[in-house]
């Protein structure tokens, strides 16, 4: 007799048994960290990022930290670039970045994205919003 209570409960736990796994897995799969990246372009006067175009390092790390990125490719675009690429490696130093330097006629180097929030009445070098001593320090302390 006891041997058919657990025939005619088989089905009911190999449903259970299923249940339980799928709901293992999904919570498994949410836990897991987002694997979300950007790829900047970093030319001489701007940065450009999903065909928008930052003046302001400012602006861009708002619109990066509001996409919740883990991880960031930087093209370097261009002639003159070592000031806004040492900057924006620095205010992203913790997210793992990668860098590469694309051939001349790649689009994202060719983007004619026009500016986010064009910033006209500051003075000085763009892109804007670069903290030259805490950049030249930082870079300062990680060379060997």
Request: charged share 25%; proline share 7%; glycine share 4%.
């Amino acid at each position: 007799m006891n041997g058919r209570i657990g025939v005619n409960r088989l089905p009911q736990i190999v449903v259970a048994g299923i249940v339980t796994f799928g709901l293992v897995a999904t919570a498994l799969a949410d836990s897991r960290p987002s694997t979300r990246s950007a790829t900047i372009a970093v030319l001489a006067d701007r940065y450009i990022v999903d065909d928008l175009a930052f003046d302001d390092l400012d602006y861009l790390d708002k619109h990066i930290t509001a996409t919740q990125v883990h991880s960031i490719e930087l093209l370097i675009c261009g002639p003159r670039t070592t000031r806004p690429l040492k900057a924006v490696v620095h205010r992203f130093r913790h997210v793992p970045v990668q860098m590469r330097v694309p051939d001349v006629d790649e689009f994202e180097c060719m983007s004619k994205a026009p500016l986010v929030t064009p910033v006209l009445q500051r003075a000085g070098q763009r892109p804007f919003g670069i903290d030259d001593e805490a950049v030249d320090r930082y870079w300062l302390d990680i060379m060997p």
